[in-house]
């Protein structure tokens, strides 16, 4: 009978190969010229993008109409790259975006399958992610559909919602193969809905705070004085606007991932890459005790069920309700 030392080695290593086999050394061949010719957008159309980007202008890319009449079937599916440290998410939503649904209700039917068919891939971690999704998800309170669904490349430290779901927890080494890989999945693999949550934030105006990405200022709202509260009520309040994803991380992790990106942003230098990252997070997790529970002692312990008690209180009710947690 082998050792749990011996189980554990082996355990080990069958799930590295398996990690190696699946980004990188097997699988599926994948033909450049069939990936291109599955996601390469109308070049008109990505002439007209960037220049109504770049104009702030939907009608920037107007020009471009005169090389197609509009008419006949547009077979192909979109690709264009974009380096948000130059266009914003926002712009693209805003110009981008504008710019196809312009051309669409002008009769262009490629540019109307182009938009239909839009699929988003972003490169980057959980913010940066999550900096796309909130400037996507203005398309549904504008009524302008439909909203592209978003594939990941995980190039972040713990991509958790690039884990969550199936867009794996790290980038590989051999990244050509990769990134056809995830191109190709991104034409296919179904969608799947991510639990957003949109958060209002009032303050007393006048304070100024360094807000992330996700965290916008809104008008500042005059209160109305004759409210019945405790205390006395500022003039004005300044509101921030914003959305949270539901997905994965709750508690002492989304500490250890503010302390993280707190340290980056204050020492940029101690943070250029995943290795170095990786290591930061780890001892920042040490340090809120993950591995010093006591619970886990305690087989009796073990599992959420027996650690968590979760309430929440239905819409037009005053009653909170215990969610059950299941075992698994």
């Not at 990188?24 to 993008?49: C, N, P, Q, V």
């Not at 995943?274 to 340090?287: A, F, L, R, V």
């Amino acid at each position: 009978m082998e050792s749990p030392n011996t189980v554990n080695a082996v355990a080990v290593r069958s799930s590295f190969l398996d990690t190696l086999k699946g980004c990188s050394f097997s699988g599926i061949k994948i033909s450049k010229e069939d990936l291109k010719r599955k996601i390469t957008m109308h070049e008109y159309l990505r002439f007209a993008i960037r220049d109504a980007i770049s104009e702030e202008n939907i009608e920037g890319g107007k020009r471009h109409a005169d090389v197609t009449n509009g008419g006949g079937e547009c077979c192909e599916c979109p690709l264009v790259v974009f380096d948000l440290q130059n266009v914003k998410p926002n712009e693209f939503v805003e110009y981008g975006l504008g710019c196809l649904e312009k051309f669409a209700a002008n009769g262009d039917i490629c540019a109307k399958q182009t938009r239909e068919r839009l699929r988003v891939v972003v490169a980057g971690g959980d913010g940066t992610v999550g900096w796309v999704l909130g400037c996507l998800g203005e398309l549904h309170k504008q009524g302008r559909s439909p909203i592209p669904p978003t594939a990941v490349i995980p190039l972040g430290t713990g991509n958790d919602l690039s884990r969550s779901f199936g867009w794996g927890g790290s980038f590989p080494l051999i990244w050509r193969s990769a990134i056809k890989r995830t191109l190709d999945k991104a034409t296919y693999s179904p969608t799947s809905r991510l639990d957003s949550w949109k958060l209002s934030i009032s303050m007393p105006s006048g304070v100024n705070l360094d807000t992330p990405h996700s965290l916008k200022q809104t008008d500042e709202v005059v209160i109305n004085q004759d409210l019945e509260v405790l205390g006395k009520l500022p003039e004005k309040v300044s509101s921030y606007q914003g959305v949270f994803y539901n997905y994965f991380s709750i508690g002492m992790d989304a500490q250890v991932a503010y302390g993280f990106h707190h340290l980056r942003n204050e020492k940029p230098y101690l943070a250029q890459g995943p290795i170095s990252n990786k290591m930061i997070y780890s001892g920042y997790s040490c340090t809120q005790g993950w591995f010093f529970t006591p619970c886990m002692a305690d087989p009796g312990l073990r599992g959420l069920k027996n650690i968590l008690r979760l309430h929440v209180k239905r819409l037009n009710s005053s009653e909170w309700e215990l969610v059950p947690i299941p075992s698994r």
